[in-house]
């Protein structure tokens, strides 16, 4: 099995808080190794066997606007 680096665009982060919520969030997610957040590229890089559509549900249902 191979491991994927996804990167997904999320939008409202506008602190460290809001990093680490999204973080928490994508490392949840099944098959999620290591998760890389940064508000000022509003973008996380996710490594892992998983799809980008979870990742984005899970940041949504964080609350926060993601996109693939």
Do not use: F, K
């Not at 191979?2 to 409202?12: H, L, R």
């Not at 506008?14 to 994508?26: H, M, P, R």
């Not at 940064?38 to 996710?46: M, W």
């Amino acid at each position: 099995m191979s491991i994927m680096a996804t990167t997904i665009t999320v939008e409202g982060m506008s602190c460290g808080s809001c990093e680490q919520t999204v973080e928490d969030a994508l490392l949840n997610v099944e098959g999620v190794t290591t998760v890389n957040v940064d508000r000022s590229t509003e973008s996380a890089t996710v490594e892992g066997n998983t799809n980008a559509d979870s990742l984005v549900t899970v940041v949504e249902d964080a609350g926060y606007s993601a996109s693939a």
